[in-house]
């Protein structure tokens, strides 16, 4: 605990401006400019966002303008070298919003630069990424961490609650949906949408959730998909797919079906519609976004600049009954709880132990990338299927820890699988 009237620092640094920065790191970035961050284990920790990197600076640009008063002064660095110059500007944790298959380069940049690491999900697109992002994090002694909001998700917290004290029983099978509407894909992922599928970007949610809360082996992987809208009929870019996991617990096997999809209408009520279902020995557990939530309806606004069905839960904007007004929601949660390990890490004690609280804070399964190799194992297999499907070959398998390999693809008509990744998952 600190023991100085100076707060500590942990300079930060932001890698992408979209979407994912406005709802949760520029309200927690806000939030800790004015209150800092406390914790009795290290005291106050001050968390100024010093420099942000983003291919044209033009949204961090937008952003100073509009934040005056309620952020520090930052360095906005872009172009191709931008997230080079982020991590000469003195930065001591970075996080990596940018779309997920840019993800790699940029995490593996700041953990080499011996910078502690917060990346959106899914963290990288394959196990032999994810193999050197380990391996940098534990040679440089910092933390590597990857974003699972959802896991903070109360319902989900209440569900790992049930599971974790054997008031649900043994789950059998289960099935998850997120339908984003078609504005997403055509507008604030146009840039980036190319070549990419919305199985990848929210799938990964439900894997972690589904790997994180029930555990168990990952067997087997399948996946389809379909195109069209988005992009053409016979190209990469998919509108929505379709995957199913199968899961071994000791001998019982369990399948889980997940389908995303970023065309739904944009009129739709739900406008983005999450639900889940899984089905235990002894109960169920059912929740839908729209069934627990408030549906609000105001003449030219919904479903538009106001959703229709609102999650108040995620990050949302209040004015508190003492007149001040806020954001939070579990979205911000996450990203703070990141700040108070690194923290934690740094200034939770005498110099001689850091590295015992290093290994403290990497052993948190619900984020470190230690903990993600089932997750990325689908997600690789996911990109995998749909490539091979597009090129003219659907109904692909890929199995885990399979005799020939970690990670193996068998095409149907080929008799010779395909090892993707050699070693054990």
Request: charged letters at 25%; a neutral charge.
């Amino acid at each position: 605990m600190s023991t100085t009237n100076s707060p500590q620092t942990l300079r930060a640094g932001m890698i992408g401006m979209g979407m994912i920065f406005d709802d949760t790191y520029r309200p927690f970035f806000e939030a800790a400019q004015t209150q800092g961050v406390y914790d009795r284990r290290f005291g106050v920790v001050e968390v100024p966002l010093v420099a942000v990197a983003s291919r044209t600076g033009k949204r961090a640009e937008k952003y100073r303008a509009t934040a005056a008063g309620r952020i520090a002064p930052f360095v906005s660095f872009s172009g191709d070298q931008a997230v080079d110059d982020l991590l000469k500007s003195g930065v001591q944790f970075a996080c990596v919003a940018s779309p997920d298959d840019r993800h790699f380069e940029a995490s593996r940049k700041i953990l080499e630069a011996g910078i502690h690491l917060l990346v959106e999900k899914p963290s990288v697109l394959s196990l032999a990424e994810l193999d050197e992002l380990q391996k940098l994090a534990r040679e440089r002694q910092v933390l590597a961490k990857v974003v699972y909001h959802k896991l903070l998700d109360p319902d989900h917290k209440k569900l790992r609650t049930f599971v974790a004290d054997q008031v649900l029983q043994h789950v059998n099978n289960g099935y998850c949906s997120l339908l984003e509407p078609r504005s997403i894909s055509g507008s604030q992922f146009a840039e980036w949408i190319q070549g990419r599928n919305p199985g990848t970007y929210v799938a990964v949610h439900y894997i972690k959730l589904i790997d994180f809360t029930f555990g168990g082996r990952l067997k087997t992987v399948t996946a389809t998909g379909q195109r069209g809208l988005v992009g053409p009929a016979d190209g990469p870019t998919w509108d929505s797919c379709q995957m199913r996991l199968i899961y071994d617990f000791g001998g019982r096997e369990a399948a889980f079906d997940i389908h995303t999809s970023w065309v739904t209408p944009d009129n739709f009520p739900g406008y983005v519609e999450q639900e889940v279902q899984f089905r235990f020995d002894n109960g169920i557990w059912n929740g839908h976004s729209r069934k627990r939530g408030v549906e609000c309806t105001v003449e030219g606004k919904t479903p538009g600049s106001i959703k229709t069905t609102l999650n108040n839960h995620y990050s949302s904007q209040f004015l508190e009954p003492w007149g001040e007004r806020t954001q939070r929601g579990y979205g911000i949660e996450v990203l703070e709880r990141f700040v108070r390990e690194v923290a934690y890490v740094e200034y939770g004690g005498s110099t001689d132990r850091r590295n015992a609280r290093l290994a403290e804070m990497a052993g948190q399964a619900y984020n470190d990338l230690a903990a993600d190799r089932q997750t990325v194992a689908a997600v690789q297999a996911l990109e995998v299927i749909l490539a091979r499907q597009a090129a003219g070959h659907p109904d692909c398998v890929v199995r885990v820890n399979d005799p020939a390999g970690g990670l193996v693809l068998y095409t149907p008509g080929d008799a010779r699988p395909e090892i993707l990744y050699a070693p054990a998952v």
